[in-house]
């Protein structure tokens, strides 16, 4: 088990809710069928350092407000605002910084970066993908997002 970060695609209305108090509902929140999934696993730290060594303007920890303890809401213009910086940042542009041996110097979580060499790129690529889709689709449709960090 270690410290994953996802994303779930919700309303505006939906986000007004959490973000009045009800914290209940996060638990229960889930993504609807045929929308892309916004888990990104463990990769979130990497992909914060190729974001931050690319200077993409993609904070995936500060972006967002504070909904409950390991919970941010992300409102519908922010989304619509990373998805237009992720669409600028082609995975290549961000490969041209993965360096495992650094990343493992500077303890980018999971520590794993020199050990996996290329399947580390590979893992992170995979999950940039699809934080790619998930903020395309969640801003083609106007929606918010609850970020999950734990």
């Given at each position: 088990m270690g410290v994953i970060l996802s994303f779930t695609k919700v309303?505006?209305?939906?986000?007004?809710?959490?973000?009045?108090?009800?914290?209940?509902?996060?638990?229960?929140?889930?993504?609807?069928?045929?929308?892309?999934?916004?888990?990104?696993?463990?990769?979130?730290?990497?992909?914060?350092?190729?974001?931050?060594?690319?200077?993409?303007?993609?904070?995936?920890f500060y972006d967002g407000d504070l909904l409950d303890d390991e919970y941010y809401g992300w409102p519908a213009d922010l989304v619509r605002a990373t998805a237009q910086r992720l669409k600028a940042a082609p995975f290549d542009r961000l490969a041209a910084h993965y360096d495992g041996a650094a990343m493992d110097a500077a303890d980018?979580?999971?520590?794993?970066w020199s050990r996996d060499g290329e399947e580390g790129l590979h893992y992170l690529r995979y999950h940039y993908d699809a934080l790619v889709?998930?903020?395309?689709?969640?801003a083609r449709c106007g929606a918010a997002a609850v970020m999950h960090f734990g």
């Open positions: 309303t505006g209305e939906q986000l007004g809710r959490l973000a009045a108090g009800s914290a209940d509902e996060l638990w229960a929140l889930e993504s609807a069928d045929g929308d892309p999934s916004g888990y990104l696993d463990k990769s979130w730290d990497g992909l914060r350092y190729l974001f931050e060594s690319a200077e993409v303007g993609i904070d995936l980018i979580y999971p520590r794993i889709a998930f903020f395309d689709n969640a």
